[in-house]
């Protein structure tokens, strides 16, 4: 079964540092979804992602996060300039149409981050 | 604004024992429901859904029922196995598959 893939699986790097965090999503998939869970709280909506732009983010997602689909198959989170605060672990997810309730998302393995 | 509140964990049962993971929903309108489970070292799956009242999702012998008087989406199984120790998070539905989720029960069941 297809699955949506995600690199690396762990990434420390300091605060200020800058990071990117990959994602391959199903390959016939074309809404892609970015969420985090800082340990031991809720798992919680960054962004979504559609026909190359943003469609929907949360007030979490500012001015240090981008996204991008570099080419056809991956979709990049990046944060600009870490904090402590970013520490969390980040999942991609994607589905075939907008809809959760038809297309269920599938979800990466999840990139954990740590920021030091 | 919509929300998600499911009991506090850690659950630790028995095999054969009965689960029930309370899960209770602030929303406006009439969103669809999911619980969704993590497997150790894995991501998210789908265990099963839920799209109006009354519907009841059910999946691998859980069950949850979308209660629309009580706002709540409880899982519950009969019969647990050593199997189904994992991370169950009951979410509801936004639009564009924005998922809000809850803070995740963790179940460990022993032999």
């Known amino acids: 079964e297809p699955e949506v893939t995600q690199t690396p699986s762990h990434q420390v790097t300091q605060m200020g540092q800058e990071v990117i965090l990959r994602c391959v999503p199903i390959?016939?998939?074309?809404?892609f979804y970015w969420y985090r869970q800082i340990l031991g709280q809720k798992v919680e909506f960054l962004v979504s992602?559609?026909?190359?732009?943003?469609?929907?983010k949360s007030e979490i997602f500012d001015d240090q996060f981008s996204v991008e689909r570099p080419d056809g198959s991956n979709f990049t989170l990046k944060i600009r300039s870490t904090k402590l605060e970013d520490s969390a672990m980040y999942f991609c997810?994607?589905?075939?149409?907008?809809?959760?309730?038809?297309?269920?998302?599938?979800f990466g393995n999840g990139t954990r981050l740590t920021v030091t | 604004g919509n929300s998600v509140t499911q009991m506090e964990g850690p659950v630790t049962l028995s095999e054969e024992a009965f689960l029930t993971i309370n899960c209770t929903y602030t929303?406006?309108?009439?969103?669809?429901l999911f619980w969704y489970v993590q497997y150790p070292g894995e991501g998210l799956q789908l265990l099963l859904k839920?799209?109006?009242?009354?519907d009841k999702g059910s999946n691998k012998g859980f069950e949850a029922t979308y209660r629309k008087e009580t706002t709540s989406f409880h899982l519950e199984k009969g019969s647990v196995q050593v199997s189904d120790s994992a991370v169950y998070f009951c979410?509801?539905?936004?639009?564009?598959?924005?998922?809000?989720f809850g803070k995740g029960t963790k179940l460990s069941v022993k032999p």
């Open positions: 997810a994607s589905t075939s149409t907008g809809a959760g309730v038809y297309s269920p998302l599938h």
């Open positions: 390959s016939n998939h074309l809404y």
């Open positions: 992602f559609y026909n190359n732009e943003i469609s929907e």
């Open positions: 929303a406006t309108g009439y969103p669809s």
């Open positions: 839920a799209t109006k009242a009354d």
């Open positions: 979410a509801l539905g936004g639009s564009q598959g924005n998922l809000i």
